[in-house]
Structures are given as structure tokens and as C-alpha cells.
């Protein structure tokens, strides 16, 4: 936090919004569905691929402001399970980009001290963009100011199927096939996810109003914030002014806010019963 405003520059609309900032309230873990490339290339009269390659650029934006902000882990969403259907030649220019991403920033990684994570279905990728992914993954797997994961190949339903797949496979390797029963904390702790607690926050950009099978599990009681700016615009304001929005937010997960709780006499609890009016004696 306090790095991020010694590298803005004071009075400037980002130094503005960071100062606006609570320290004590920053988010953990930030998730992005990184979305709109494809309409930001459109709008311009160019090919697609050319609206991801801008998206590259936010990527590396975005990353060192979370550094910079604090946060213990950031997860992006880079290709899911079902963007195989798209062309061919788009797919192929996506992997040629990770792989010219890896090159580019490995060296800034490692200097800003973040673990890269690729998080997915791995065996299926072409295995040159596995192995350069592995071997980015090894690299800085000792780096511990923030982890970046990336998702690759991923979708939230695999995530859960793989995760019960990998607790039956334990279980029957130690012959408790038969008395295996599956509670929350067993599904959690086996996730892509594991070492790294729920997002607290999930940005979408380009507007659509959907999960488009990201993090199923983990975004139970995360704050939603979906911005209509196409992805490659993206710029360290929006991420300020959503990391703001976030902090006004009351998080109840399922219980009262303090103002709501009833008072603890039992004279309020009676008038609570009365209001009721449904007596069942
Ligand atoms: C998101 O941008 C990036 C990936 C899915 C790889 P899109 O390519 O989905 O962009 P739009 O939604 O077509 O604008
Ligand atoms: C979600 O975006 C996947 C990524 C951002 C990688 P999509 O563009 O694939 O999702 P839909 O098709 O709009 O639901
Ligand atoms: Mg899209």
C-alpha cells in the first residue's frame, strides 16, 4: 500500500484514488474475469488477436498494482475449458501471447518477488506452452510478496469434478474407499486454489452479468463488481476505484449486520414473538 503511493505521483487522479484508500481494509485475494479484447479489436477494425495482445499490456499493469497494493494473491482468468471452441487460428495466437508473456515478464516477477501459479486442466495445453509454463511456475515458486495464479485451461466444474476425483483416488490408495464421506473443508483443501484463501473480490470487465464457470467453489461470498470498460483498457484507476467500491461494502456472510442485531434483553425477544403471531401452543 504504502509502495504504491511512493511510486504515483502526488496530486495525480491515481495518487487521489489510492489515498482515498482504507490500509487496514485491502482485499486478500482479487479475482478478474479478464473480458471484452475480442469487442476492444472491433471497435478498432483490427483482428482479435491484436485485442488480446492489448490485454497483455493491462495484465502486466494490473499485476504490479496489486503488488504494490498488498494483496496475498491475485487469480486471472486467461483461457477457459470451453474457449477451445473458438477458431483455431485464435487459440494458436493465445498460446504464441502466453508464451511471449512468460518471456516478458519473468524477469519482472522474480524482481517484484511474485510466484507465478497456472492453474487448470495443464495436460491438455500444447506442450511447449506446458513446459514453459512449468518451468515459469518453478522459477519463482520460492517468491512469497504475492501469488499470481494464472487460469489456464481451467473451469470451475472441473475444478470441483478434479477435486472429488483426487479424494476418492487418496482414499482408495489407503483402502477407505467405502467409508470415504466428503465434507466442505476436504473439497476446499484439494482446489487449484488450496493454499490461497476465497477471492474477496470479483471483477468481470466488458459488462455481461455472468460467472462464465469461474471459481465456482471459492466466490460464495465474494463482492461482485462488474465494470462495462473492455479489458484492455483497464487502467490502475478502475482497479483503485473497484478496491473502493469493495471497501464500502457491508460483508454479512449469511449473518446480520451490527445496526440489525437485536438488542440481547429478553423483552425484545418477546416483542419479536409477538410480531410474529403465530402461536403454535
Ligand atoms: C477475453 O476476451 C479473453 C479470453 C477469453 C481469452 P474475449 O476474447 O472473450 O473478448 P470478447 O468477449 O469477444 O470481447
Ligand atoms: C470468460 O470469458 C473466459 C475468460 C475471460 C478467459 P468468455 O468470453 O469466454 O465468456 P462468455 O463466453 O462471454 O461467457
Ligand atoms: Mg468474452
Sequence with gaps: MKELLQSLTPGDRDWRLASELDPARIPA????????NGRWAKRRN????????????????????????GLEALTLYAFSVDNWKRPRHEVEGLWRLLRYYLR????????????????????????????????????????????????????????????????????????????LRITEEMVSSRLYTA????????????????????????????????????????????????????????RRFGGLSVDALPSVDSASFSLEEEALELPLA
Aim: glycine share 6%.
Design 29 to 36: 485475494h482479487i479475482a478478474i474475469i479478464m473480458d471484452g
Design 46 to 69: 483490427l483482428p482479435r488477436i491484436l485485442g488480446h495482445k492489448a490485454g497483455m499490456d493491462t495484465v502486466s499493469r494490473i499485476v504490479e498494482t496489486c503488488a504494490q497494493l
Design 104 to 179: 516478458r515478464e519473468m524477469p519482472r516477477l522474480m524482481q517484484n518477488g511474485i510466484q507465478l501459479v497456472a492453474i487448470g486442466r495443464l495436460d491438455s495445453l500444447p506442450p511447449e506452452v506446458r513446459r514453459e509454463l512449468l518451468a515459469g511456475m518453478e522459477k519463482t515458486s520460492e517468491n512469497r510478496r504475492m501469488r499470481l495464479n494464472l487460469a489456464i485451461n481451467y473451469g470451475g466444474r472441473t475444478e470441483i469434478v478434479d477435486a472429488v476425483n483426487c479424494l476418492v483416488d487418496e482414499a482408495r490408495l489407503k483402502g477407505e474407499l467405502s467409508s
Design 195 to 250: 493454499p490461497v484463501g476465497d477471492p474477496d473480490l470479483l471483477i468481470r470487465t466488458s459488462g455481461e452479468m455472468r460467472i462464465s464457470n469461474f471459481l465456482l467453489w471459492q466466490i460464495a461470498y465474494s463482492e461482485l463488481y462488474v465494470t462495462d470498460t473492455l479489458w484492455p483498457d483497464f487502467s490502475r484507476a478502475e482497479l483503485l476505484e473497484a478496491v473502493l467500491d469493495y471497501q464500502n461494502r457491508e
